[in-house]
Every structure is written in structure tokens, then in C-alpha cells.
């Protein structure tokens, strides 16, 4: 096959879109997609009245730009793939989540620090059944922290680890999770963007080369209901003009090292934790997920090396010091979900918020926190519409947006028995 390029980007509902374009337009550098695209639910339904899709006028052209230089192997044959920005004919797309992402990063960068993350992906392994429904893959001797083929029988991760070493992904650990057939995935520290478009292409990839093993890959925040859920932690931290790690007070880690940094990141994260949740965990799954005692980001909380609460701070001192928040899952878009979680951390710092007490409890049968997440996916999205101050800094058009097609997106699902959220979801997370 003649070299093609996969030119794509990260939607409202965390999808990859995009087009092939010919090898004679890779030396180009954007192609136009409908803006009404951002109008689309899962189902296909096209919401007219979608804010700043322009639906009704005419559903007019948004344009994805990119950088020569962001063109990269892609995964399949005669293949490269490139993500980019989008815009329409005033500018950058407000309803763009790359670009939000970028937002994060220069208001940080205007006070001389540089985001870095890290990001953990969880997902669970289905295979089809002679009925052709899905099932869990059959890795009967999956444990946690399981390595070899009782955890992974057909191999799939070797697979996948094979095909990130040779598209430069720099992986820092597959492993098997709490719940058989789920894996952990996690690539290393990088500048927000970066990090960023890696994970969107890095899952993008995983799914389709399992796929073409015949396993389905899902990222889902509880596809089993009665197994545990699966996140997306993000580990940020950042550097200074002379390169050193900002959240470093000195050598140790933990709670008792805290710097000023890290103490206004922490009190942002734990403010705005309830707005916080609509733009993380933004699917009606994501509340199966974060309930009380399930160590997933429920409580309005911080503490040391604690998977109990929500922004968890890391043991590990000097150039590895970070902060891991824990709230967020995949059914996020990626560069949204950042930029949520850089902005809530700049307004702690910006405005000194007074930071609570570190969690003592054990997070199962004793909390001190008193304050959870939402009990549904409309309540969050109502605790979103109410943080005023985290909707300016990601974005207003795009936060009003996404409270919209959330609404929508509860109306269809509130009456669903869990195992339906599976058929309504899976193919396209």
C-alpha cells in the first residue's frame, strides 16, 4: 500500500475521529471535518440544539491543523498518523479539548512553570462468546500484579508492548490489575502535550492491535458490574526555567514535604473536586465507579501514599516528586481531563485556597472526609455548572457543551440496567 496518512483527533465523547488522507497530502498540514461532528452522541443521534456546533446553520467546517513535525509511524501498514488542532474561522475551535489542554499549559507556563505528566490507564479484556456476545477474557490465573500467560494467555500485551517499542512510546509498566481480565498501562513522565497524545494515540493503538486478536480492549470506567472499576490516574508535576522538579522540597517525599507548590495544588484539587468530577468521569459508568470505599477518587480528600483518597502525593522525593490524582477514567477525553485537573491545581495556587487537614482515615470503614463526588452523572454535571470559576479556566463554550450532551447523555442511560451500559458503550471505548 502507498505510505497514507491517519490524520485524527480526540472528540467530546473521547473518541478518535478522523480521516486517511493520500500519501501525496502528507506534506500537508490540516483537512476540514464537519463541526457538528461535536453533535453526536454514542448512539449516533445527532443533537440539533448542541451549543456552538452550529448544527442549525447550516453544520458548517471546522479545520484540524497540525505541525509537520507531529507526523509519526502509526500502527498500521504504509501508515503514519498524526493528531492535531482544531479551528474554525475565528480561531482555535473553543470546543477543541487539545486545545484546553494547551490553555493549561501556558497559564502555567506564565508563571515560569512547565507541566509534567504521567497517566496510568486501567482496562478490561472481552472476548466474544459462540453467541457472539461479550464475555471477560479467559485468564483464569489473572492476579494482581500478574505477569506471563496465566494472567494473559493469548499474549495480547506482548503484542501491544512489541508494537509501542516500535512507535517510540516510552511504556514504564503493563501489569495485570485487582480484577481478572484487567491490565494497567502507564508511560512515562513527559511535557503535558506530549504526554497527552501519546496516551490518545497509545490507547487508540492498543485497541486495534488487540482487536486484531480478537479481543476487545476497553477502557470503560465499570464494564463488569460486579468487579472493580478501571481509571485514569494523572501524576503531574512540574519544572522550573532551570529544569528542576518544582514539587521537590528537597530530597524526601510525602506529606511532611510539602512545598508551597504542592500545597496550592492540593488545596485547588480538593476545592474544586465536585465540578472536577463532570469533566474527568464524564459517562453515566464513571458513578458506578466512584462510590465510598472502592478507592477510586470518591472523597473530597488528599493525603500521603494512601490509595484512599483522591490527590494522593507520591513517597518518592526530589526529580520524582508528584502528585497522583485519582479521580478520573477513560471514558474522559484525555486532553480535557488534564487540562481540568492543571487548571484546578493553578486556581489553588493563584488563590491560596486554605488547604484541610490530611485524610486519617482508612478510606473502607473510617473517612474524615465528609464530602463525595455526585451519586449520578446529572448531579455532577450540575456540580460543573455551579464551579464557575473551573468552567472559565478550561473553557466556557466547551464546558456548557459537554453539560448539554451529558444531560442527553443521562436521559438515555438512567433506565438502563448496568449490563446495558456495556452494549452502549464498548465499541467505542
Not at 16 to 25: I, M
Not at 228 to 243: E, Y
Not at 299 to 321: F, L, M, P
Request: net charge negative; glycine share 10%.
Amino acid at each position: 500500500m502507498q505510505d497514507r496518512l491517519r490524520a485524527l483527533f480526540c472528540d467530546h465523547l473521547s473518541i478518535c475521529r478522523g480521516k486517511y488522507l493520500p500519501g501525496s497530502k502528507i506534506g500537508t498540514d490540516s483537512s476540514r471535518f464537519a463541526r457538528a461532528t461535536f453533535a453526536v452522541h454514542y448512539d449516533r443521534d445527532l443533537l440539533l440544539d448542541a451549543p456552538h456546533t452550529k448544527v442549525r446553520e447550516g453544520a458548517p467546517d471546522m479545520e484540524l491543523r497540525w505541525q509537520a513535525d507531529d507526523i509519526r509511524p502509526g500502527w498500521e501498514a504504509g501508515t503514519q498518523v498524526v493528531l492535531g488542532d482544531l479551528h474554525d474561522e475565528d480561531g482555535p475551535l473553543s470546543l477543541c479539548p487539545r486545545g484546553a489542554l494547551k490553555r493549561a499549559v501556558a497559564d502555567w507556563q506564565r508563571h515560569g512553570l512547565t507541566p509534567k505528566l504521567g497517566i496510568e490507564l486501567e482496562a478490561f479484556a472481552l472476548q466474544g462468546d459462540p453467541s457472539g456476545r461479550l464475555r471477560p477474557y479467559d485468564a483464569p490465573g489473572g492476579v494482581v500484579y500478574g505477569t506471563g500467560p496465566f494472567a494473559d494467555p493469548m499474549h495480547i500485551n506482548d503484542a501491544i508492548w512489541r508494537k509501542a517499542e516500535e512507535l517510540g512510546f516510552r511504556l514504564d509498566m503493563i501489569t495485570a490489575e485487582y480484577d481478572s481480565p484487567q491490565f494497567e498501562y502507564t508511560l512515562t513522565f513527559d511535557d503535558a502535550l506530549k504526554a497527552v497524545d501519546d496516551i490518545v494515540l497509545f490507547r487508540q493503538m492498543a485497541r486495534e492491535v488487540a482487536l486484531n486478536h480478537g479481543i476487545v480492549l476497553t477502557f470503560l470506567p465499570k464494564p463488569i458490574p460486579e468487579l472493580g472499576g478501571s481509571g485514569m490516574h494523572i501524576n503531574l508535576s512540574f519544572t522550573d526555567a532551570q529544569g528542576n522538579n518544582a514539587l521537590a522540597n528537597g530530597p524526601k517525599g510525602g506529606p511532611e514535604h510539602l512545598n508551597d507548590l504542592a500545597r496550592g495544588c492540593l488545596s485547588g484539587l480538593v476545592k474544586h473536586h465536585k465540578g472536577l468530577a463532570g469533566l474527568v468521569a464524564p459517562t453515566a459508568g464513571s458513578y458506578l465507579r466512584l462510590q465510598p470505599g472502592a478507592m477510586s477518587g470518591y472523597w473530597q480528600n488528599w493525603g500521603g501514599d494512601h490509595r484512599g483518597v483522591t490527590t494522593r502525593i507520591s513517597g518518592e522525593g526530589g526529580d520524582k516528586a508528584r502528585l497522583e490524582h485519582r479521580m478520573a477514567d477513560a471514558s474522559a477525553n484525555p486532553y480535557t481531563a488534564a487540562a481540568a485537573v492543571l487548571q484546578a491545581a493553578r486556581l489553588g495556587f493563584d488563590n491560596a485556597y486554605p488547604l484541610p487537614p490530611m485524610e486519617t482515615g482508612d478510606g473502607f470503614d473510617k473517612t474524615d472526609a465528609r464530602v463525595g463526588t455526585a451519586p449520578t452523572l446529572r448531579h455532577a454535571m450540575r456540580d460543573l455548572a455551579a464551579d464557575t470559576a473551573l468552567a472559565r479556566a478550561v473553557g466556557v463554550e466547551l464546558v456548557e457543551h459537554l453539560i448539554f450532551m451529558k444531560e442527553r447523555e443521562f436521559r438515555k442511560t438512567r433506565d438502563l440496567e448496568p449490563n446495558a451500559l456495556l452494549d452502549f458503550y464498548v465499541w467505542f471505548l
